[in-house]
């Protein structure tokens, strides 16, 4: 950050990302494609490298292959300026085992902190979907001298059981952090809602490596950020609250101000999409002044062809719709959708084919799925459940490389 304190970002990349299966079947959770041409880790960077913090640890550990690819020939920033974006897999310094938590996998890392010597340690998530400026957390952490600051999102009290909360004061000192309760404590301000955490967190670096330290000494924790770090730290009057609400993106419209999705799931990561393809987007992709960056593929422009037509979709380079239509679709690079075919309310992911003829309504279809001529997916659920993994929001997923039948 330019004229301020040293800073490291930590990416946490190691989840397996259970509930999005089957798209988690043979990559990395924050490897999982997004909006046609992204990836689920390029929301995240692109928030860090935009607020100017460009020395990047992406902490990696399971299927991190594909992930691995994507940051290193993706994430390539000036090696003059001595920036970098870097995955870091288990790398076992302290014995023969893996990171068994997000806690233990930064103190297995410590090495990062040592080289870098920065002032302050920012750790992220790598898997959610949002526009934030790290930076104006980082002036608040800076303004108030805490230990740690968390990122808190402001939601319903009624659905905050199922985060991690934080309770706060009305100037901010966090009191507490509770893990999914029963109960949520209201904010001072808005008594029916409560922060939940959105696993971003600001350190002092003396305060991190002190809580690493006193947690790995600890037999009976979890080792975890949220479950055991956040709760020692809150204990002893050195954390504080960031409102995520208060954070300005360069860009944002009113629609989109404070748009943040946890897409740990088939449905939150369906939903996520859906927000992308409306008229006025719920979250908007096309923000400039605030880009959301990856590689994207060398491929010709979208083409479309025999009277094939889009209608309130993305599509993105490669693809041809050859007499077929998509309506209120994501098609990524390279889809083909072939004469009659008819694509409503889906994701399409890298070369999907849709045969002739062929039916596909509130579907997933991961890279290279092919759906056979006059084949249908999503018409029928008690049907779609005895072929393909169907979630609880009713939307079918075909994993990577499937052939649907007929």
Known sequence: MRGGPRVLGIVLA??????????????AKPAVPFGGQYRLIDFVLSNLVNAEIRQIAVLTQYKSHSLDRHITTTWRMSQLLGNYVTPVPA?????????????????????LIYDERPEIVVVF???????????????????????????????PR????????????????????????????????????????????????????????????????????????????SSAGDAWVYDFSTNIVPGATERDHGYWRDVGTIDAYYDAHMDLVSVTPVFNLYNDRWPIFTLPPQLPPAKFVLGGRAEESMVSAGAIIGGGSVHNS??????????????????LMDGVHIGEGAYVRRAILDKNVVVPPWARIGVDTVADKQHYH?????????GKGARAIV
């Open 91 to 111: 790398q076992q310094r302290l014995g023969p085992r893996w990171y068994t938590g997000s806690a233990d996998a930064i103190f297995q890392s410590l090495n």
């Open 330 to 347: 994501v098609v990524s690079p390279g889809v083909r959708v072939e004469r009659g075919a008819r694509v409503e309310d889906s994701v």
């Open 158 to 233: 009624r659905e905050a059981t199922e985060f991690g909360v934080i309770d706060s004061d009305a100037d901010g000192k966090v009191r507490g952090f509770l893990e999914k309760p029963a109960d949520p404590p209201g904010l001072p301000d808005s008594p029916e809602e409560s922060f939940a955490s959105m696993g971003n967190y600001v350190f002092t670096t003396d305060a991190l490596l002190e809580a690493l330290r006193t947690d790995a000494e600890d037999p009976a924790s979890a080792h975890d950020m949220g479950g055991s770090i956040m709760p020692m730290l």
């Open 14 to 27: 190691g989840g397996e990302g259970k509930r999005l299966s089957p798209l988690t079947a043979d990559r």
């Open 390 to 398: 169907v979630s609880e929001g009713g939307v079918a997923v075909l």
């Open 125 to 155: 998530g790598a898997d959610h979907v949002y526009r934030m400026d790290p930076g104006q957390m980082v002036d608040q952490h800076l303004q108030t001298g805490a230990g740690v600051t968390i990122a808190g999102l402001r939601v």
